[in-house]
């Protein structure tokens, strides 16, 4: 298993919801250590403090009565907590009906590309989030899969049983290649799924396009040593340090550039703001043509001016013209 | 209670008392008993900082996920009442989750990562984390599916379909210049393969419609609120009729080999007798000719003739734009 970010402090509504996450765990298991919490909630040990404190001191008032959570005084330089008794929060989390949509859709998304056996518990976790939002028909999302490429189940399967594949692979530079992966991770990009590995020819991470691949088999040899260390990093693309910097004007129909590269917004201008105008990083400036005709104009390159001429000289070319004289 | 109150604390204090209070709690009972607050209270005195601090505490916990809401039971407009709205989802009573159950909840919230329901998702994560044990996914592990919308109106669009709200927003067909103001009540949000929708009813044309969220130009505005929601009936039938739609529209390529289109249509496994032909189905032609722009020199379109003609406007408009 690939080790976990440390994630760093957290904001405050962060904070709220983890503190409720608490006081529901602890009324069910009563006693736990700082470090059990810690590594239960994935967060730092300052933060389990921060959240036991705020429980600690918690006193509300819904009568003329008083009532406090009882926490063992002395949970702090125990480094245990127990929860001898709390009449706030009993067992049921509680969650908006926006949280319940978010996990619904995040479901729906899950059931996709699980197993059989996976997906019918994911549906009825779906089911019982759908009694929440009782006014609406059911969750207000629902996530219609692309198809799932054949490649899919054999990455799947080297993932759990951490084994090499092999595969030809068709680049963004239109080269075929012979490539064995150590893959350690399935990534979508919406309905576009990439494996992440660890690459032996390259020797190092790469991500590639699962609809790029052809003939995939998964190999007996094991994982290497740079597979088990690998950190995963959520970003779908990762800026290099030799990428070029390209400036585009993008109106909502092309909005998607944004997210699929980490653009970032630098103004905005027209009828109620639409035009953004964003920078991304750009590794192999030929593929750009295509990344900007597609949009047919609502995707718009401003600099550098050796950009603006490959978008235009692609689109001359798909029109059968010739490109023109660089002035 | 010899310690100091911290922001965190009040926050907490508060959220506890207006989630198990049934009738709700008055302004005064809040700065009197909640601590955090009841240090600062002095009876009959000056609560315009009190007020103002129980104002910000209540956006705090509206962008947490916990929403107050007012009550005002005697109709005076003078003594309200606070506590969390009963709209909010509760977990249905005894329903038990295994520690795999949780695993799977907290996989579906990384879905949203970095995403319009991110913050949702992540603060949802750690109270369902609080349910219990969590399993290891071994099965699982690995897998990252990742939603990646960014459009504005996505968030806007949520909230009018779960407050139940009318809303207007500014509309760009296809190939026209100038956007048209849209009426319409909300009703469902759709992911077709990758491209989001939202699916309701046009309060001009008085029909069910569907609009593409990346055809939303600029901010949705929240109008009144409607309460009348839509039916499981209603619903179907707007998903029917958009399937419909998709199963009629079909095309028609030819792909060259060796060339990424060729990886992309899956090429290899396609029957013997025409090798080198793909039809499918499609929702929308003007998202299929950006989509098929990316192909130029790989592919010939040889239906639908709108398609071919479509692809060939938006690479004129390509050059026109990047002149000079």
Redesign the interface.
Known sequence: MAKKRQKHSLNADTRLNLTIGLTSYLSDRRSATLQELADHFDVPLSEIELGISAMFCATVADSEEQWAMAINDNWREDGVVELQSQMILEGQPRISARQATALASGLAVLAGVASDEDRGEIEGLIAVLGQGTVKAAGSSVTILPGTIDADFAKMRQAIASQKRVSFEYFSNKDVTTQREIDPVQLISNDNEWHVRGFCHLRNEIRDFKLERMRKAEVLETPWGAQAHELELNEELYEAAEDDIKVVVEVTPEAYDLIGNYNAEILSSSGLNDEIKRVEMKIGYLPSLGKLIARYGGAAKVISPPAAREIVRDYALKALGRKPLETT | ?A?K?????R???L???L????RG?SAD??F????GYSESHVPFGDKRALNKLFERDRR??N?????VETLNPSNDKQTFFYR?SK???????G?HLTP??IA??N?????????S??????????????????DDL??????????????PSFTTF??A??D?SQVSF?Y?KPGESK?ETRNFRP????????QWLVLGFDLVRKEPRSFLL??????VKVNKADPK????D??KAA?TSLQDFIDSNEVTLRVKP???AW??F?M??KPKATPDEVTFNFMDVHLL?????????EIEVLRPKLLRD??????????????G
């Open positions: 209670m310690e109150v911290t922001p965190g604390t926050l907490f204090n959220a506890c008392a989630l198990y209070t049934s709690l009972e809040i009197s008993r909640v601590a705090e916990l962008e947490a996920g916990i929403i969390v709209q909010e989802f509760l977990w249905p009573n329903l795999r159950q799977l909840l996989l579906a919230a990384t879905v949203w990562a970095g995403a329901l991110s913050r949702d998702a992540a603060s949802a994560a750690l109270r369902i984390r609080g349910l219990g044990e969590i071994s099965e699982l592990a690995g897998l990252a599916p990742r939603i990646r919308t960014h459009h949520s909230a379909i779960e139940g500014e760009r956007p009703w469902h949000l759709q992911n077709v393969w990758g990346r055809r939303v130009i600029g901010e929601f839509c039916s499981k209603e619903l998903q060796d060339t990424s990886f992309r899956e290899d496994d000719a950006d989509d098929l722009r990316q192909y130029a020199g479509l692809i060939e406007a938006g690479f004129e408009k390509v050059v026109e734009i990047h002149h």
